[in-house]
């Protein structure tokens, strides 16, 4: 069984190649040139790795033709949200046009692939109290241009499906973290800082945005077993939520990271860390999930904490 993993050097493709290779399945996966390749260095005698750009249709057509996979997970995105404010044009343009790329290619060589699409919580946006925890038929009232690239990214899944037959699986994740989370994501980035603190390397200042806002934290080793299982047991074309059923303030998950560190600290808000709409609750229904998949979560939201603490403490 052969799968082709999009953005492996990215924080989930890189777990994702790890939950693959203990399958004993076949892993290709795609970078850029400028991709970091830290993550993978560990699996690097172990996967394929082949240059390709998603947004070029022809860079897409000669992967797909020349390794034509079985499975496809199609991880690779500009996922950070606040960015998508700075290039909305850039976030559309690479999370859209990358996956219709693909889609056409995997129906120009008619490859009877599996393909699991990452579309994300942030579609629902806007959710009113009463309407938690989220299920699938939520309205979707998407707060940012990354948002709105997912909501296409997501239906052009069912479209796909409907006009052409191929058989995608929409997976509407909710938040992940664990070990090897980019910095940028608020619990990487809180976690980062208490580290620098820890060793000195920074005033015992703690900057943070917005901790009002509520969310639904998942492990990213559930979320790829999660994206494997999609692909065995779920329906082409349906979508299903992926969550841990249960939320926290920003500043609650604050609060747990602290209390695995000695560090005593200051919280300060950093303006720039505010942005101009922020969803302010997710919390997933993934009952749908579990009813086709057996899916559930298992690691503890404190052990996920715990491990992405350690991992940037084993930083240099
Ligand atoms: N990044 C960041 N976020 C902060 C900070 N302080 C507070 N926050 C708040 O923390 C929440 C989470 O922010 P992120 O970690 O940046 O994630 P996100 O915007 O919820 O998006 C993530 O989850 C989506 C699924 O719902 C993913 O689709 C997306 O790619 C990303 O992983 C937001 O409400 C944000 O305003 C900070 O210093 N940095």
């Not at 052969?2 to 004993?24: C, N, R």
């Not at 934290?217 to 939520?241: H, S």
Request: net charge negative; charged share 25%.
């Amino acid at each position: 069984m052969k799968a082709l993993v999009t953005g492996i050097s990215g924080f989930v493709g890189s777990h994702m190649a790890e939950f693959l290779l203990h399958q004993g399945v076949e892993v290709v996966g795609t970078i850029r040139n400028r991709s970091r390749m830290d993550h993978i260095s560990h699996l690097r005698k172990d996967i394929r790795l082949a240059e390709c750009e998603l947004r070029d249709p022809f860079s897409v057509e000669t992967l797909i033709g020349q390794e034509k996979p079985e499975l496809i997970f199609h991880l690779a995105a500009q996922s950070f949200v606040p960015t998508s404010w700075n290039s909305p044009i850039d976030t559309i343009h690479n999370n859209v046009a990358g996956q219709v790329n693909l889609f056409e290619a995997v129906r120009r060589f008619e490859l009877p692939a599996k393909i699991q699409i990452a579309c994300s919580s942030e579609e629902y946006g806007q959710v009113e109290p009463e309407e938690t925890p989220i299920r699938e038929t939520n309205p979707l009232r998407p707060l940012s241009p990354y948002a709105i690239s997912k909501v296409a990214q997501d239906y052009l899944g069912y479209q796909y499906f409907r006009s052409y037959g191929l058989h995608v699986v929409r997976t509407i994740t909710f938040n992940h973290t664990g070990p090897r989370r980019g910095e940028n994501f608020v619990t990487s980035n809180f976690a980062k800082q208490i580290v620098d603190i820890e060793k000195g390397r920074k005033a015992p200042v703690i900057h943070v945005g917005n901790l009002e806002a509520k969310r639904d934290f998942t492990d990213v080793r559930d979320v790829v077993r999660g994206y494997w299982l999609a692909l065995e047991k779920g329906q082409p074309g349906e979508n299903y939520n992926i969550a841990s059923g249960t939320c926290y303030t920003i500043a609650e998950m604050l609060n747990t990271l602290l209390s695995f560190s000695n560090v005593d600290i200051e919280v300060q808000t950093d303006p720039s860390r505010l942005r101009p709409s922020d969803v302010q609750i997710l919390l997933g229904d993934y009952r749908k999930f579990n009813e086709a998949t057996g899916w559930k979560p298992e690691i503890p939201f404190e052990r996920t904490m715990q491990d992405l603490l350690q991992y940037w403490r084993s930083q240099p």
